[in-house]
Structure formats: C-alpha cells, structure tokens
C-alpha cells in the first residue's frame, strides 16, 4: 500500500497477444494505490509513441485484461496501460507493447454517418456504411438498440449506397432520452471494423 498520490504503474509489463484479423487481447500486472485502484485506461495507436491522450484512449477496464476489436487487418497496434484510483489520479503508463493482426481476405467497413432524431413521438435511426478505403456505400444488413427510453432492437438493411433508416414506436412519454447502439454489422466479403467508425450516434434528449 501506497502513502498518497496517483496509482503506481503495473506491476508487469503489458503483453499484446494477436487473436485473429481484427482482435488483440492484453493481459498486465496490477497497479497499486494508498486507497484502491478504481479502473485501468487502455492507450492504442498505430506508431510506437502511444501519447497518454484522449485521443488514444480507446478502453477502460476493472481487471488485468483487456480484448481490443474492431481492428483493421494487417495493421500493427501499439498499447499503453495507466491506473487511475477512486479520486481519478492517473498513474504513469507503462511500457508499449504491440502485436501486429493476422491479414484477411475480407474488406474493412465503418459507420460514415450516424444520428439520432426525434419527429412526430418516435426516436429514428440513421446511418451510413461505407468501405474503409474507398468510402463507397456497402449494401449491408446493420442490427443494433435503442437505448434508455426507447428500448427496442431494429435489424435493418441498407442501400445500394450503405444508407440504413430505422424507427422506434412511438413515445408516449412527455420527457425522455434515447440513444442507438449498433451490435452488429454484416455484408458479404466484409468485417466490420469497429475502431475506425467515423461517427456514432449519440443521444435525443426531448
């Protein structure tokens, strides 16, 4: 146990192991507070210079491991880890790993666009999917749900152009907020990768 201040680094260095084409999972040692540490910060970038920024921050999780999805193939990713306490005191990162994903034939695809809207009692979903390297729309089928006060699940197919639309019933309440989380996305020779969405979705509050 520690006397004051921010949480120690982790106790081991972090290990990045390479699972499949859009996957890495990391497994570290355990950090150390005078009080108790409350959560570890994930830290992933594409150079070997893994800034403790916003920018980079791309998880947080309360054990000693952590599975990174989404991923583009072929692409090697570098990783930092901090501890942050209950007063959300960070620690110092630790060493970078990395691990490099396995290469696929399929092709990546993201979410271009994304909103939420309220019109006439209903909360609607739209988006667009494109290819990761082209932009061009990609006709695919995207499942998801919203949340809060419009709890309900929509599987939706797009477009020719990757464009989806999707409505929820109506509200019958006088205050609300809703969001729209999407779980899955799926279209023949692509992989949805996830970590390279250009947009989400956020929340309509009324």
Not at 1 to 25: E, I, K, Q
Not at 145 to 174: E, I
């Amino acid at each position: 146990m520690r006397c004051g201040g921010a949480p120690t680094a982790v106790s081991s260095a972090p290990v990045a192991t390479t699972v499949d084409f859009s996957r890495v999972d990391l497994r570290y040692g355990r950090a150390h507070d005078n009080g108790e540490v409350h959560h570890y910060n994930i830290y992933r970038s594409e150079s070997h210079d893994v800034a403790v920024v916003p920018g980079n921050l791309v998880g947080r999780t309360h054990g000693l491991g952590y599975t990174d999805t989404g991923l583009l193939a072929n692409q090697r990713y570098y990783y930092r880890i901090t501890a942050v306490d209950m007063k959300g005191n960070e620690g110092p990162p630790s060493a970078v790993t990395s691990a490099r994903t396995e290469a696929s034939k399929l092709r990546a695809m993201v979410i271009r666009e994304a909103a939420v809207t309220l019109a006439d009692g209903t909360i609607r979903i739209t988006a667009q999917v494109v290819d990761a390297r082209t932009g061009a729309g990609v006709p695919a089928k995207v499942e998801g749900r919203f949340t809060k006060s419009a709890s309900q699940y929509l599987w939706m197919p797009a477009d020719a152009g990757g464009r989806v639309s999707g409505v929820s019933a109506p509200q019958a309440a006088a205050s609300g907020t809703a969001g729209f989380t999407i779980h899955r996305i799926v279209a023949p020779d692509y992989y949805w990768a996830s970590s390279k969405d250009l947009a989400h979705a956020g929340e309509v509050v009324w």
